[in-house]
């Protein structure tokens, strides 16, 4: 089954710097990859996704940029402001019928003021 | 559009009491539905895939007696803690996704359930 690894578990950057979180994956054959926010006892929230025909997808101050050879994708966030403090995690759909989602392990990312 | 409901938002039962959650899809239809488990700190485990009109498909380790799934229209499915026990205690989310869409999931706001 699809593996998806997640680092760095936890980040501080100064508010208005930029952050990185990074993710690898095993299955050569997932094909889409959401990015989801989650704040303290809240829903994850879906911030951007990414598709395998795709290498790099920007919305305002979020980006995500995928490496299908290395099997890998990066979330990228400038301009970072303390409402972006939250846990983010990266996801990769599972080839299948099912489509299911694997999740990463999460980053906490603290954007100090 | 795409919103998820869940109920309750949060339960405490007595343990071997049997608790049940509900997840809504209030403005689509969703023929799948997933229910995850998340516990403090950690990601969201998938615990089970549920389809509208056919059994639940639960992941390794999940016992499916005791998780019980009922998915019986396109915007509702349930998901039945058995005799609950203290170590079920934990963060219940469910998904939806839009019968169109193939991909993207929404989420419903989560079920707090602690077991004493």
């Known amino acids: 089954g699809e593996n998806v690894e997640q680092h760095p578990s936890t980040l501080s950057v100064q508010e208005g710097d930029s952050a990185v979180i990074k993710c690898t994956y095993s299955?050569?054959?997932?094909?889409?990859f959401p990015w989801y926010k989650q704040e303290l006892g809240k829903r994850p929230q879906l911030i951007i996704d990414?598709?395998?025909?795709?290498g790099e997808k920007k919305d305002q101050r979020i980006a995500v940029t995928l490496n299908k050879t290395a099997k890998h994708f990066s979330l990228h966030i400038t301009e970072t402001q303390p409402e972006d403090s939250a846990v983010y995690f990266c996801a990769a759909h599972l080839s299948g019928s099912a489509r299911q989602l694997t999740f990463g392990s999460g980053t906490q990312l603290t954007v100090l003021p | 559009g795409a919103v998820v409901s869940q109920h309750p938002s949060w339960v405490i039962c007595k343990s071997g009491t049997s608790v049940k959650i509900e997840c809504r899809s209030l403005d689509f239809q969703a023929t799948t539905m997933f229910w995850y488990r998340q516990f403090p700190k950690q990601s969201l485990m998938l615990m089970a895939t549920?389809?509208?009109?056919?059994?639940?498909?639960?992941e390794q380790g999940v016992e499916k007696d005791k998780f019980l799934i009922n998915h019986a229209s396109l915007t509702l499915s349930t998901l039945t803690v058995t005799s609950a026990h203290p170590e079920d205690s934990s963060f219940y989310i469910c998904?939806?996704?839009?019968?169109?869409?193939?991909?993207?999931?929404?989420f419903g706001p989560g079920t707090r359930l602690l077991v004493l």
């Open positions: 549920s389809n509208e009109g056919s059994k639940a498909t639960y």
């Open positions: 299955d050569s054959a997932s094909n889409y």
């Open positions: 998904s939806a996704r839009i019968t169109s869409d193939q991909e993207t999931q929404y």
């Open positions: 990414i598709r395998s025909n795709v």
